[in-house]
């Protein structure tokens, strides 16, 4: 016997088997053949070697709710555990899913199946009176209340000291301390300033992370935390204070992927996970270009910067203009006043980087163009417009950070973008992927901007969805890894 997932492959069979259980109310072939092949179902099948049981499973998107659609079992197939076990997998799913209640309807003369979803812990919460028809019998609405597990995440990869709190994939506390001021003064992150100021801030970060969500350290089902890639300083104080944490409560730890946790950030969005999805993430520290087919399993690198982060770059050229750290925000004010007047490279996009770096980033030749071109006006004593040298360079990099992502998406036929990162925070980023993803009848998610920069949340969140899968923690062996592949979701 073998439980399979259903697909819109196995139509013909769930047809005849549904004709032969439903003989008054089975649904069309056309309304079956969607829900099997639907992103928000789940049908499993049960084959001895053909079809003899099928149970289905839908969730809407940031209902945290799940409903039993159908299970059925050949006649001559019953009596053998079949509907529990069916209904057993179901349950582990809604759970994965993220789900906080699972809900069904049942026929009230049919004390098998009661008592079966009984047995499984659920209750009755109403009844829908005449609701099978033409018989007239009752429906049963039931209801399984599914606990989550309660996940804390800490990050510190770089200057934000995040501890967040999410229950399944509700967010319940996301609490932050940056330490952008103290490197303000040297124009950019400086690793033991970083990793200090990350020390003296865990402890509050913790504490108003767990008051925010109302709760103590005995209530959190296990820990998350993230151990690269990042400044390897700044991640064993992180590390080091999950370990502690973990050692001194009793609680499994999780080591994840930061990069991923960018992307996981996206479920304290929607409720659920919807992939596969192409995501861009610009930050400071990094500019990536992933392909997520599935958040735990199949993350991949399809290109990344080989020189500067596109943060960085916002950075270097607010001081080439003589503006102060961060640079983004002041470059994003500045040219909203100026002009797109000059064309400045757009990095890897000739035809011939195109062959090897098709999605790669490379931004060090920009920001040297800016500077040549602030210099040259300058020492010609020629009165040139900031905000004209600002508002063209960050068109150039929106440019080539959109062009390479939406060709992302058509070349691998992913019509969903996530952007992640505190380059986000540009105003014309966001507006032009908008436009872009509208003509390519693409879907573009940002998250809300304190789930898009460094933050506990997301290591919370990707903490959550390992413990909602049933993954094994990764106990206290782990270190820091500075360069940590994107397709190391977890370190074991
Ligand atoms: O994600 P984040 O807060 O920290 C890391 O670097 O990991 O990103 C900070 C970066 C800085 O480089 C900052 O200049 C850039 O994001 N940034 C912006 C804007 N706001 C912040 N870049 C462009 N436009 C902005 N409005
Ligand atoms: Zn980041």
Redesign the pocket.
Known sequence: MQFLELGKEHLTAVMDLEQKLFPEDAWSATSMASELDASHTYYLGVFDPELIGYAGLSTSAGSFSSDIQTIGIALESRGQGLGRMLMQHLVAKAKELGSEQLMLEVRADNQAAISLYLDLGFVQIDVRKRYYQPAGVDALIMRLPIKQPIVLGIES????TGVGIVQGNRLLANALHSSMDEHSKYGG?VPEVAARAHLEAIRPTLEKALAEAKLSMSDIDAIAVANGPGLAGALMVGIGAAKGLALAHNKPLYAVNHLVGHVGADVLERGAVELPTIALLV????TSLLLVRHLLNDVELLGETIDD????A??KV?RVLGLPY????Q??RLAADGEVNIRFPRGLTLPKDMEKHRYDFSFSGLKTAVARNVEKAQDAGEDFSKADVAASF?EAVVDVLLTKAINACKDFGVNRLLLG???V???R?REEAQKRCDANGIELRIPRFQL???NGAMIAALGSQLVMAGRQPSGLGFGSESTLEVTQVQTP
């Open positions: 990869t770089c200057d934000e992150v930050s400071g520290g990094h982060a596109a943060g960085e916002f950075d607010a961060p640079g983004g925000p470059i994003d960050r990162g505190g380059v925070a540009n105003a980023l898009c920069t460094d």
